[in-house]
């Protein structure tokens, strides 16, 4: 079974730091790039973060710049996200997803995993 498996989330204090982990089952992850994504309540998805197959190429969206590093152990097939000084407004079910694109479009995606809550409150 091709899967994404995320794991790491939980209630955090604001200014605190959490790292997620998205391991693959059933293929590797050496020929995609990764995503995180992130969803909160009543909000569309939003691209977080993405690193390329190598793991030479990262981009983050502008609100966790400087906050949250995305890197990758091919040899653990594992992608992880970890994310300090967080803020409330970090608050979201956090995915990761494999693609072969470079882009936050949904449709670049290939597999997703079933996401991980990321709660940031005093």
């Known amino acids: 079974q091709l899967q994404l498996v995320e794991s790491g989330g939980g209630l955090a204090q604001p200014g605190g730091s959490l790292r997620l982990s998205c391991a693959a089952s059933g293929f590797t992850l050496d020929y995609y790039a990764i995503s995180w994504f992130r969803q909160a309540p009543g909000k569309e998805r939003e691209g977080v973060s993405c690193?390329?197959?190598?793991?030479?190429?990262?981009k983050y969206a502008d609100s966790v710049k400087g906050r949250f590093t995305i890197s990758r152990d091919n040899a653990k097939n594992t992608v992880y996200l970890q994310m300090n000084s967080l803020k409330p407004e970090d608050t979201a079910i956090y995915y990761c997803a494999a693609g072969t694109g470079w882009g936050w479009a949904i449709y670049e995606y290939d597999y997703w995993g079933q996401g991980t809550q990321v709660t940031v409150s005093s």
């Open positions: 690193i390329s197959f190598s793991g030479s190429s990262t």
